[in-house]
């Protein structure tokens, strides 16, 4: 519950934020150094704080982990040593924008949503086209009531208990956590990261497929899409078996 109340109060805050960010940077001496960084996509939140810590942009602040999904990955321009609240200011601005130009609105109700789902995508795949079968694959599994079975989410899980990611193991998918899409069915409570402009767009416009799994060659990169469980095992004995 506590992160379902943060989440509201990220979305009921955002255009607030946006004017704060506005107005303290406009109050910033012109002769403040600057520094221009570019924020990849699918970084996490404390990333992106270790990240803006290293390059003198926070210092002694950090970015609050309730804005998971929320910072639009991008290039952009800080003064060195700004507050947490312009530099939030100015993620959340660049968000809107990029949702504006989609037709969406930081005030929209399923925003979380997307976001959240964008994330997954983000994590799994990297090429456009196959972000759009794998949100396909996502959505379908949900009206299905299948779930998700998401490996970056098992990830997640284990990073925020000072774990490696790598190996996932057997026992890691019945690690109790409300993020764990092998043992729950349904969307994780939040994003796991902060996606992308293709992801998003993805999440918006997914492909029809006649897919339902995937994995990813780990020699090539390739994503395998299967139709059918069996075949789906199959690919998993001849691409991960060792």
Same mark, same amino acid.
């Given at each position: 519950?506590?992160?379902?109340?943060?989440?509201?109060?990220?979305? @009921? !805050?955002?255009?607030?934020?946006?004017? &704060? #960010?506005?107005? =303290? +940077?406009?109050?910033?001496?012109?002769?403040?150094?600057? $520094?221009?960084?570019?924020?990849?996509?699918?970084?996490?939140?404390?990333?992106?704080?270790? @990240? !803006?810590?290293?390059?003198?942009?926070? &210092? #002694?602040?950090? =970015? +609050?982990?309730?804005?998971?999904?929320?910072?639009?990955? $991008?290039?952009?321009?800080?003064?060195?040593?700004?507050?947490?609240?312009?530099?939030?200011?100015?993620?959340?601005?660049?968000?809107?924008?990029?949702?504006?130009? =989609?037709?969406?609105?930081?005030?929209?109700?399923?925003?979380?949503?997307?976001?959240?789902?964008?994330?997954?995508?983000?994590?799994?795949?990297?090429?456009?086209?196959?972000?759009?079968?794998?949100?396909?694959?996502?959505?379908?599994?949900?009206?299905?009531?299948?779930?998700?079975?998401?490996?970056?989410?098992?990830?997640?899980?284990?990073?925020?208990?000072?774990?490696?990611?790598?190996?996932?193991?057997?026992?890691?998918?019945?690690?109790?956590?409300?993020?764990?899409?092998?043992?729950?069915?349904?969307?994780?409570?939040?994003?796991?990261?902060?996606?992308?402009?293709?992801?998003?767009?993805?999440?918006?416009?997914?492909?029809?497929?006649?897919?339902?799994?995937?994995?990813?060659?780990?020699?090539?990169?390739?994503?395998?899409?299967?139709?059918?469980?069996?075949?789906?095992?199959?690919?998993?004995?001849?691409?991960?078996?060792?």
């Amino acid at each position: 519950m506590r992160k379902n109340i943060a989440i509201i109060g990220v979305f @009921f !805050l955002l255009a607030s934020i946006m004017f &704060v #960010g506005r107005l =303290l +940077s406009r109050t910033v001496p012109p002769e403040t150094p600057k $520094d221009i960084v570019t924020i990849p996509e699918g970084w996490q939140v404390k990333e992106i704080n270790q @990240f !803006l810590q290293k390059e003198g942009i926070l &210092v #002694g602040e950090a =970015l +609050s982990p309730d804005l998971e999904g929320y910072l639009f990955p $991008d290039t952009y321009e800080f003064f060195l040593d700004s507050t947490a609240e312009v530099v939030k200011g100015k993620f959340v601005e660049n968000l809107a924008q990029q949702l504006g130009d =989609l037709g969406l609105s930081i005030e929209d109700d399923d925003l979380s949503r997307i976001l959240t789902l964008a994330s997954l995508v983000q994590e799994e795949v990297k090429d456009p086209q196959e972000m759009r079968i794998v949100a396909g694959i996502f959505e379908e599994r949900l009206d299905a009531g299948i779930p998700l079975q998401i490996d970056a989410t098992l990830c997640y899980i284990k990073e925020s208990r000072g774990r490696e990611c790598l190996p996932i193991e057997k026992a890691d998918k019945e690690l109790d956590s409300p993020y764990n899409t092998y043992l729950y069915q349904g969307l994780p409570p939040a994003p796991i990261s902060n996606p992308g402009l293709d992801a998003i767009k993805a999440v918006l416009s997914p492909a029809n497929s006649p897919y339902l799994y995937y994995i990813s060659d780990p020699e090539t990169g390739r994503t395998i899409f299967s139709k059918t469980l069996d075949e789906h095992n199959q690919n998993v004995i001849k691409y991960l078996s060792e």
